[in-house]
């Protein structure tokens, strides 16, 4: 304890203990921002105080990031992980067809960390804040005996009854996703690979210039309210929606068990982004297997209604992958080459 | 991890990776018991939904327990783990004059825990929310490096605009707390001592059928629900509480800044259990230092209007323990031979 302490202040860097309970909190407090309408009583008391317009359903939801599972520090800035921890709860509301309101932020941090440090990973979540249109109204702070985490509490609503949930989905509606997929995973691919690098030689600087994009997938994923806006403008209600965190395979799997069905996928339809198959070449494998098994990509998997197939199609950011079909058929993807392949349920795990 | 797996393996214990997400997310929804009327969706999608009655205020808070922080396993049953983690949230809920509703449950957890010990957790988990009634109807589970860390999101509601801040108190209200103070850090003395102990010698058997009250309110605290309901139901409104979580000092401090006042307390008003004072006699300490700056009673702290002096006072459960002054006058407590000390601003801190 003694070093770390030795080391913050060697630096002139200050440890949470300098501030106290109350100057940390007054620090949360003038970092606020603009509350939210719906907010009546942000941080500073026992609990955040909202209300919502008559007949809303309320959206509520939680995720956690672990230092060593969901992210590693010796790559990731602070500022990026703060961005990333917002985005990712958002993303699960959006999967709900709702509109995101306020955040509970709660950290576990241990001595190493600096205010200065946590100041960074706040600056990313006030960032993060600002561009989804959601205030920050409260949490918890405290020490832990190893590395950081982040558990966010997020809360949204709809007011129109338009819920959108894993199930709702009929056999023959299109399969859809937002953005394109894979490029988190490739990302991560090169960041460790860097580090492997660097840790054998620490004098080697990493060159990423050529896949800015695709370590920027993997760093600072983005939540997709904005399509979701353009599909509440349009009046398109998707049958049933899930935000990919796990993978396509794994989410693809969620929504099958939750509508007691199967689908069918073609191989050509994958959108990928060309820095994803760069890194897949890099790598000798498959760029499909990137964009079914590789997660974090925080892209939105829905199922539509075949109906609506001329509006879907005329909006850039989503393709149409495939369509639903009966459970005995399973979860196939077609390939160029016309062979039918097995989806399988897996992805990114955490239960390592 | 290969000692771990085989060391879970030997005693026929089963990991989470054993039986996968889907497995572990179907054994919390078999686990989920009845659903409070306000939840339309629980655990199972991306994020669960709620309504509430109109215009009702929606009270929302988090906390989180972290192993080497906030407890030790080495003499915390995990069953009492997960109800103590469930009460200190109610009791945030509790301090806003409001009724709690439901919980999300995120856990991170190393792989050394068993789907067994895990299921001992949620067993005291569920038992509080069927306590309290509040429905468990989402949450995050991951791995973690290090230690097992429980971070709970809670939503309550009020739907009689009586939410009750830490602010809007006058000066000459009577301050007043529920219960006794300091029993639960008595308990956490001689837990730590036994541990010590046992350490040092494994073969003795610590004795604490005496001490079986402190070391309860230690291990198991729980949330002053039923007080409230009793105010609530004489229509007495505290104009402004805080629950105890850090100590008498520390909250009276809070409760003191929001309002811009000082407070007197005595100290022969301050409710004290025989056990803590015995406790405090076997460690030669003033048992009044464990009143005011034990942490973890989870008792309300709160002031009312003097007018209501005759009600709070027929109410066993309540103590009234001093009053506020002006703010210059300060923090301060009156002991028996008349003296006056200043409180400080100290309590349990998780910013070790």
């Known amino acids: 304890m003694i070093e770390e302490q030795d080391y913050l202040a ?13 100057g940390w909190i007054d620090f949360l407090k003038q970092n606020q921002g603009n509350l939210h309408d719906f907010v ?16 809303s359903k309320v959206v509520w939801s939680s995720d956690m990031l672990v230092e060593g599972i969901h992210f590693d520090l010796s790559y990731t800035p602070l500022k990026y992980l703060g961005y990333k921890s917002i985005a990712v709860n958002v993303s699960d509301i959006c999967a709900m067809y709702s509109t995101p309101i306020a955040v509970l932020v709660s950290i576990a941090v241990s001595n190493r960390f600096s205010i200065e440090a946590l100041n960074e990973l706040y600056q990313g ?12 109204i409260g ?4 020490s832990s005996r190893a590395g950081l985490m982040i558990s966010i509490s997020i809360i949204g609503y709809n007011d129109t009854n338009d819920i959108v949930k894993r199930s709702g989905a009929s056999v023959n509606d299109l399969v859809c996703v937002t953005g394109d997929l894979g490029a988190a995973y490739a990302g991560l691919q090169l960041l460790q690979r860097e580090k492997k690098v660097f840790e054998e030689n620490p ?15 993997q760093l600072r994923p983005t939540a997709k309210l904005g399509l979701i806006n ?11 929606m899930i935000d990919i965190s796990d993978g396509l395979g794994s989410e693809l799997h969620h929504l099958c068990k939750a509508n007691n069905f199967g689908a069918k996928i073609f191989s050509d339809r994958l959108p990928i982004d060309f820095q994803t198959k760069s890194v ?3 790598f000798y494998t498959d760029v499909e297997q990137y964009a079914i098994y590789g997660g974090e990509d925080y892209e939105l998997l829905f199922t539509v209604n075949p109906k609506y197939f001329e509006e879907i199609k005329s909006i850039e950011e989503i393709s149409i992958i495939g369509y639903t079909v009966n ?23 955490s239960f390592i």
Chains 1, 2 share one sequence.
Do not use: M
């Open 230 to 240: 353009i599909l509440k403008e349009k009046g398109l209600i998707p049958s049933a």
């Open 139 to 142: 949490g918890d702070t405290t």
């Open 125 to 136: 979540i006030n960032l993060a804040c600002e561009e989804y249109k959601i205030s920050l």
């Open 280 to 282: 897949a070449e890099l």
């Open 10 to 22: 060697k630096q002139n860097l200050h440890k949470l203990s300098d501030i106290g309970e109350f």
């Open 40 to 55: 009546k009583e942000g941080i500073g008391d026992d609990a955040a105080v909202l209300t919502f317009p008559e007949s």
């Open 203 to 217: 004098t080697v600087q990493p060159d990423l210039s050529s896949f800015e994009y695709v370590v920027g997938r």
């Open 327 to 349: 459970e005995e058929l399973g979860i196939v993807i077609e390939t160029k080459e016309g062979d039918e392949i097995e989806i399988k349920n897996s992805g990114w795990d």
